[in-house]
């Protein structure tokens, strides 16, 4: 290539990108970065709060405020305990599925929206298998969205139950949490990277707050972009490296219904990236274990320790119900200061 | 026919070599005479257009358009698509087949020029390369041509068999006609619906890696380089990459008939530009790098690029108020074309109004061998663009001509506004203003 003509290129400007403004409804949590890290803070005081109180009080906070649970795929965890979550606070919910409606017969996003806010839904959570959905529901409808899962891109909601669950462990007691909060604590993120919301949200979330995130994985499964997503987070493709320097251990699913056609080899994979108790014991006898769900047992993780005593899969269900209280009375509610979390 | 003076304007004509102060003279349909301001010597009964402070040009040549028609009416009509040709200052465009049913016909390509279709420009269509553009069986490229085509291309299903894009080559040569390829490997691009990068891992979306359209054009470049006895001559649509670039850049060194064309978008814009699932960001080629971007700039600066064209493609409203993935692919580019090579290539990039115009006409006029076009030299066809050079203005896609409104320039500051679009001594644009 002709240099002088590098050169002069070095000088030119360009059109500037746009900065996001998108028009969020204050309410809306559809990325982790939505929320600032005394924001984080309060969701997970909130969630605390509205934990411990007495539920005939609780239910007055959403009294027969109306929730839409918008689920354009399967879920077990995610559903119930968002509903669980509204109704404990009072809400009344319903449930659109796509398998039982008129998202069946053709009726896109924008207008099963429509639809539902015509009905009197104040706030929806959105779970759907197309990245970035949630910005369309909130764009066309205006209503305070909660992201519960957006194709490959965000979980904010997992997100910031997985960092419950990690404070409970290693920073227990803690009231508030800040940008140092998780300083020296290395949480190493493993497996199907590239097709997981929830390692997305986690990346933005816990580096945030003073940890560094360690992603582990085959190429196919983990890309060297992830690196740059944001700081605090490196690739080590290593597993027992990994491990043993975190002090969690996050393990994912490989999600086949998301491969595309990427061919593995299943038997090569569990070799190299399943978490057994005998990998556990000798690089990271003190971390604790978590996983999104489902869980594959036998694949990404042995039964031994998925029932170990290092597991906190199921407090980390538990916790969903606490944030997810905390998350939709925000929806709904502005705080006493006239603003959100 | 009338006969139509414009007087007192600036002409720049880089095909003739002409840049000064002239009044042109349009009559039955083609340039009657030029000459200097006040001397034009058969006037006399002509209707006049007073260009004072403004350039003439030859009309602008859009060699990527689609329009839609048949069988896409919704989104666009040949009415409609080229009423925003004549608002951006295009005299001519060249329309995709990849319309319902393909354009693999000569009733099509004929059906698609007929007055009852109601263009405000020259409509040249260009022809499925392949019947059904599956790939498979070449379409009749002397029969297409003689019944208009000016190309033939299999654009948005690319043509992936060695065998099959040899043979195309070899026919469309002995036919005369160029090979336009939209080069994307379709293999390295499934569900994919941006560039493959940072931007696309962040957003969870797939991505098309840069190496789908480089290794397609480098493929295609060596079948010409075996071919070359055949004289085929290869033309990349919408290049978007550096590698892309840099292969063709290789084989024009090496003497092979090897052209290239850049979208607006793809010298304008990159991947950061999706922002957040913007469908009005979503096209395909996709908005790639900074440095794929900064490489289009690069090419055009210092003349690799043979032609800027938009690669207009409408689209519904509602087709676009979708999930970001399950949108369809394109943006509208005629009536912005003009305006962002002015207020970027030539004023923030300082290329020559000469060379910009010529990127715009001259040159996709010589690419498409369009006779008598992209050039006002007496005896050419009345094909006229005048534009006030200077003037800054907003792109509004609310009052865009075109069916369609999806556009990421909406709000851009343009330059350069059109005053008067003539096609073949005919005014099909005026503006208001």
Known sequence: MNPTATSVRRKLSTPPVPTSSFPYHPGSLLSVLDLSVEGVSRVLARSTELELADPLIRDRILAKRRIALLFYESSTRTRTSFELAAKSLGADTTLVSSLSSSIEKGESLKDTGLTLRALGAEAIILRHNSSGAAWLLEESTRLPVINAGDGMHEHPTQALLDLRTILAHLRPGIREVGAETLAGVT?????????????????????????????CGPKELLPEQAAKSSAGIAIERDFDKAIGQSQAIMMLRIQAERLSGLQLDLDQYKAAYQLTGQRLAAHAPAAIVMHPGPIIRGMEITAGVADGVQSTILEQVTNGVAIRMAVVERALVADEQGGRA | MT??????????????????????????????????????????????????????????????????????????????????????????????????????????????????????????????????SKGEVLSDYAALKSAGAVAVTDDGRPILKDNVMRETLVAAARAGLAVIQHAEDTRLTQGASMNLGPVSFK??????????????????????????????????????????????????????????????????????????????????????????????????????????????????????????????????????????????????WKLPLGRVLSLLSAQPAALLNLKGRGTLAVGSYADVVVFDPKAEWTYRATESLSKAKNTPFDGWTMQGKVRWTVSEGRVVYTNPA
């Open chain 1, 187 to 215: 949480v190493a993120i493993v497996g199907d990277i590239l097709h997981s919301r929830v390692a997305r949200s986690n990346m933005l979330l816990l580096p945030g707050l003073g940890a560094q995130v360690v992603l």
């Open chain 2, 3 to 132: 006969i139509l003076a414009i007087l007192n304007g600036h002409l720049i004509d880089p095909a003739a070599g002409v840049d000064g102060p002239k009044d042109i003279l349009l009559k039955d349909g083609r340039v009657a005479e030029i000459a200097s301001p006040g001397k034009l010597k058969s006037a006399a009964d002509a209707q006049s257009l007073d260009a004072k402070g403004l350039t003439l040009a030859p009309g602008l040549i859009d060699i990527h358009v689609h329009l839609r028609e048949p069988g896409q009416g919704y989104k666009e009509t040949i009415a409609t698509g080229t009423a925003a040709a004549a608002a951006g200052g295009f005299t001519a465009v060249a329309a995709m087949p990849n319309t319902t049913p393909v354009n693999d016909s000569t009733e099509i390509t004929r059906w698609m020029q007929q007055p009852e279709r109601g263009a405000k420009v020259r409509v040249f269509p260009i022809a499925a390369a392949t019947r059904g």
């Open chain 2, 203 to 348: 957003l969870g979306l797939r991505g098309m890696p840069p190496e789908a359209e480089s290794a397609l054009v480098e493929r295609d470049i060596r079948l010409v380089t075996e071919l070359r006895d055949s004289h085929a001559h290869l033309h990349v649509a919408h290049t978007s990459t550096a590698a892309a670039l840099a292969a063709v850049r290789q084989a024009r060194r090496n003497g092979l008939r090897v052209t290239c064309e850049v979208a607006p978008h793809h010298f304008l814009l990159t991947e950061e530009h999706v922002g957040l699932y913007n469908t009005h960001a979503k096209m395909n080629p996709p908005l790639r790098s900074a440095e794929d971007r900064d490489a289009m700039i690069d090419a055009i600066l210092d003349g690799v690029v043979d032609a800027i064209a938009t690669d207009h493609a409408p689209h519904a409203t509602h087709e676009k108020e979708v999930e970001f993935e399950l949108a369809p692919n394109g943006i509208t580019g005629l009536e912005t074309a003009l305006g962002l090579c002015m207020r970027w290539l030539h004023k923030e």
